[in-house]
Every structure is written in structure tokens, then in C-alpha cells.
């Protein structure tokens, strides 16, 4: 009876997987490690598992602008992983003409998770979060601040620290899955409000911040860019 009853749950369990597969295997890359990494076209991908509690998550992508993940992330607290797409920039904010980057996702509807930009100064003392849209119980670190209109978009912004860096949140008005976000614009102001001076740009990081997506979601990248002169 114990055989019977679980060969069905087994062999769709089986179907799913092979399903899965096949698909990872249409893409140029894929991987279910959870620190996997590849490079294309001067960025780099990232799967970067790190939760506590995490379940599994495996990365496709076809280049740096066409990837995305599907998680299977159980229904608790605390952030699970934040796969990305990483372009390193090394510049002084005063020697930047712009900093710009442009985006469009396709994300579930369920779940708990945020489509972020994570941008660091070059020494990680900053931290610099740019949430564009936000589905479950997610919310930025540290105490409200204030609204504001910069870089093409509204925002609530948050200040805090996590014990090893200064975090601001900027929490988009309302929920996009595609634009363009002025980020020169973005950290002036930052710097502006005396937060921080004349910071070098370290990583530029977009990607998916998950908490929770049990059952097995999808998140994809349907086209990014970075571009700073």
C-alpha cells in the first residue's frame, strides 16, 4: 500500500524535474549549485543561495540580458537567495557623466521576494537598494525617511545599517517589471542629503531577492543593460 500510495506523487515529482531539465538544457547555461557563477559580455551571473533555510534553485541563462531561476524557497521568513547579474563600474560618483541601466522581467504573482537593484560603493561600506517591484511580506531595512522623485522614478526611501554596512532602500511608488533608472541621479542625491561623499562605484547588481516561492517558481530576465560614461 505505502508503495502505491506514494508512486504517483514519485513519478509527477519525476515528470516535473524532466520537464525542468530539458528546459535548462535549452539554455547556453545552467546550474543548480548554489555559489554558480558565469561570465558573458563583462558582467557576471550569479546564483548565490545564501539563506538559512533555502531550498533548491537552479539558474538558466542564454547571456547577461536573457537569464532567470526557478526557486522552490519555503514559506519562511528571511531572505533565501539573490540570484543577479553583476557589472563591476570603478568609478569615482564626480568622475561619472551618467550611470544608467535598463530592465524588463517576468515574475510571478505569488510568493515573497523583491526585483532589485543592489549597488555597492567600491569598499562595500554602501549599500544602495533600488526595489522596483514587490510581491509578498518583503520590506527594506532600517526606518522611513522620506519620498522622492529621482533617477525617472518615485520612491519611499528607507535608512538603516545591517552591522556590516549603511543600507538605503529606495522603494519604487508602485510595482514596474520594465523601465530605465537613472542611477548617477539616484546616488548624487544619496550624497546630496550628506549620507556619504564622493564614493567609487563598485558593483551594479540587478537580479531577484527571495524569500519564499514554495512550490517552485519561475523568475526570468527578458532583456538588462548598464551603461556609465
Known amino acids: 500500500?505505502?508503495?502505491?500510495?506514494?508512486s504517483v506523487p514519485a513519478l509527477v515529482l519525476t515528470l516535473?524535474?524532466?520537464l525542468w531539465s530539458g528546459t535548462a538544457r535549452a539554455a547556453t547555461w545552467s546550474s543548480s549549485d548554489q555559489w554558480a557563477t558565469w561570465s558573458n559580455g563583462g558582467y557576471t551571473l550569479y546564483n548565490d543561495v545564501w539563506g538559512s533555510g533555502a531550498g533548491p534553485q537552479t539558474i538558466w541563462a542564454n547571456s547577461y540580458s536573457n537569464w532567470g531561476v526557478w526557486a522552490n524557497h519555503p514559506n519562511t521568513g528571511g531572505v533565501k537567495s539573490y540570484p543577479n547579474v553583476?557589472?563591476?563600474?570603478?568609478?569615482?560618483?564626480?568622475s561619472l557623466n551618467s550611470l544608467n541601466s535598463s530592465f524588463n522581467v517576468t515574475v510571478p504573482g505569488s510568493g515573497a521576494y523583491e526585483s532589485a537593484y543592489d549597488i555597492w560603493s567600491s569598499d562595500n561600506a554602501y549599500e544602495i537598494m533600488l526595489w522596483m517591484n514587490k510581491t509578498?511580506?518583503?520590506g527594506p531595512?532600517?526606518?522611513?525617511?522620506?519620498?522622492?522623485?529621482?533617477g525617472g522614478h518615485a520612491w519611499s526611501v528607507?535608512?538603516?545599517s545591517n552591522g556590516s554596512n549603511q543600507v538605503f532602500s529606495f522603494v519604487r511608488s508602485g510595482n514596474t517589471s520594465s523601465g530605465s533608472v537613472d542611477i548617477r541621479?539616484?546616488?548624487?542625491?544619496?550624497?546630496?542629503?550628506?549620507?556619504?561623499g564622493d564614493v567609487t562605484v563598485g558593483n551594479v547588481q540587478f537580479g531577484f531577492e527571495i524569500t519564499?516561492?514554495?512550490g517552485g517558481l519561475n523568475f526570468a530576465t527578458n532583456s538588462y543593460s548598464v551603461s556609465f560614461g
Open 1 to 6: 500500500m505505502k508503495a502505491a500510495r506514494f
Open 16 to 18: 516535473v524535474c524532466a
Open 86 to 94: 553583476t557589472k563591476y563600474v570603478g568609478r569615482s560618483l564626480s
Open 136 to 138: 509578498g511580506a518583503v
Open 141 to 150: 531595512l532600517g526606518s522611513y525617511q522620506t519620498s522622492v522623485s529621482v
Open 158 to 160: 528607507y535608512k538603516g
Open 185 to 196: 541621479a539616484v546616488l548624487n542625491w544619496i550624497k546630496s542629503a550628506g549620507w556619504f
Open 212 to 214: 519564499s516561492s514554495s
